[in-house]
């Protein structure tokens, strides 16, 4: 009994046990705006590729 008493009162775990519920909340919000993410991230692709291909354009003529 005093072993699961130890074991009760032992605080060592509650970095991962936060950890993981922080994870799990930022997961949820990313699920809950997943479109408005992946436009964003669409946006940002379209910008970079479309500036990247016109800079190869231009240096080969």
């Given amino acids: 009994m005093e072993l ?3 074991f009760y009162e032992e605080e ?5 046990v936060e950890v993981v ?6 997961m949820c919000v990313a699920l809950l705006f997943r479109k408005q993410v992946f ?3 669409n ?3 379209e910008k ?3 500036a990247d291909t016109i800079k ?3 240096e080969n003529g």
Avoid: C, P, Q
């Avoid at 060592?12 to 991962?16: C, D, F, N, R, S």
């Fill in 48 to 50: 970079v590729f479309k």
């Fill in 12 to 16: 060592e775990g509650m970095g991962t």
């Fill in 56 to 58: 190869d354009v231009n």
């Fill in 39 to 41: 436009s964003f991230a």
């Fill in 4 to 6: 699961l008493k130890k």
């Fill in 43 to 45: 946006s940002i692709m």
């Fill in 21 to 26: 519920m922080i994870i799990a909340a930022l």
